[in-house]
Nanobody, 126 residues
């Protein structure tokens, strides 16, 4: 059973930066897709970015492309999300997730992810 623990959220002013971390533990997840999703109050959970573990293929949502970067530390087993040029619309609870089905055209769908962290709050003030 893969376990995911997020950290790094907080309060930041618009235009600022944050780095989220997701510590991964459990059985081998070399071929997993590791993703970040977010959910703002009153809204559905939405895809942010995903990475093919150990291969570094990445996909981003249009809303964060060019501002956020997803990466992995394959020694420490930590998934990162570097967030720059933050906007108030980025305010949400951010979740990391793991999909054991590997990589494919479904990797932006939250329903495909099998394991989820508890979430970390990111608040961007204007």
């Amino acid at each position: 059973q893969v376990q995911l623990v997020e950290s790094g959220g907080g309060l930041v002013q618009a235009g600022g930066s944050l780095r989220l971390s997701c510590t991964i533990s459990g059985p081998s997840f070399a071929n997993y897709a590791m993703g970040w999703f977010r959910q703002a109050p009153g809204k559905e959970r939405e895809f942010v970015a995903t990475l093919k573990w150990s291969r570094s293929d990445t996909i981003y949502s249009d809303s964060v492309k060019g501002r956020f970067t997803i990466s992995g530390d394959y020694v420490k087993n930590i998934l990162y999300l570097y967030m720059n040029s933050l906007k108030p619309d980025d305010t949400a609870v951010y979740y990391c997730a793991a999909d054991d089905a590997g990589w494919g055209p479904w990797v932006h769908r939250d329903s495909k992810y099998d394991y989820w962290g508890q979430g970390t709050q990111v608040t961007v003030s204007s």
